[in-house]
């Protein structure tokens, strides 16, 4: 069954990852889907992996300028978005103490300044009925050293998205979020952090799960599927927490 047939969906952040395999699930459902990316090339290369029902609009989520011209390039050649994933995002880890302006800006222009300028601005073209949906982190849900920013861009988008939430309820706009937890993607390559130490890091956010194991990037788009078809017809304003039991803090580890 075609649970997005003839819906056009829109991934920010959709060439790697999350993003991708959310993408691939959408359009194994009957969606057409919009990526988007900072680089030319990795988009070309994503679009090429999914086929004829992708479409990739270079944007840089941190800079409104190209988020106002994706808006209206999609307005103009696709209509009305059904389906609208704030997914793109950066994960920098660094100690408070080391955490200067510019590590600071960078990371809140992505994600959370990026986030609420994208759904700002794409409001006027959602369908109304359309699933809005954010990709937060259970990184402010537990105590993490290194993340602090990260961590607050995320909270900060997820007070956010319930704000949002309330705001469009009266179009029947749904607005959810996914708080994923430890995920293979190549968003921990980009940590530039040596191998010992991403084994490490991995090894002990794999023990911390109940499952003891990172999820795929797969497990994330399922849910992502869930949260912008009519299955979740009833849900707006939620988090679904996504960790393999990480939050839960069982006791025996
Ligand atoms: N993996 C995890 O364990 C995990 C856990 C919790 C939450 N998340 C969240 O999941 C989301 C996806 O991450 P991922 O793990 O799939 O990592 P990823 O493979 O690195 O994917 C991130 C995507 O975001 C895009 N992106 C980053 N900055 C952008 C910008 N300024 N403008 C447009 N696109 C931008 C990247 O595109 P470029 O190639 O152009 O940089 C890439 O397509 C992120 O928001 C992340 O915080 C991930």
Do not use: C, W
């Amino acid at each position: 069954m075609s649970r997005l047939a003839n819906k056009l969906a829109v991934i920010t952040g959709g060439n790697s990852g999350i993003g991708f395999a959310t993408a691939e699930t959408f359009i194994a459902q009957g969606a057409k889907v919009i990526i988007t990316g900072r680089n030319q090339a990795a988009l070309n290369e994503a679009v090429q992996k999914l086929g004829d029902n992708a479409v990739g609009i270079l944007a840089d989520t941190a800079n409104l300028a190209h988020t106002e011209n994706l808006v209206s390039e999609i307005s103009r050649k696709f209509g009305k978005v059904d389906v609208l994933f704030i997914n793109a995002g950066i994960a920098k880890f660094a100690p408070i103490e080391a955490s200067d302006e510019a590590f600071f800006d960078e990371t809140m222009n992505i994600n959370l300044k990026g986030a609420f300028f994208t759904s700002q601005k794409f409001l006027p073209i959602l369908r109304d009925g359309a699933s809005v949906i954010f990709n937060t982190t259970i990184a402010y849900h537990v105590g993490m050293p290194n993340a602090a920013v990260y961590a607050a861009s995320k909270a900060g988008l997820l007070a956010f998205a319930k704000v949002l939430a309330t705001e469009v309820s009266a179009r029947n706009i749904r607005v959810n979020s996914i708080s994923p937890g430890p995920i293979a993607t190549p968003i921990y390559g980009k940590l530039g952090f040596p191998q010992e130490a991403l084994d490490q890091m991995g090894a002990n956010l794999s023990s911390k799960t109940l499952l003891r194991r990172f999820g795929s990037s797969e497990e994330i788009a399922s849910v992502a599927l869930f949260l912008a078809s009519d299955d979740s017809a009833y849900m707006t304003g939620a988090e679904l927490v996504v960790d393999g039991g990480l939050t839960l803090n069982p006791t025996d580890r």
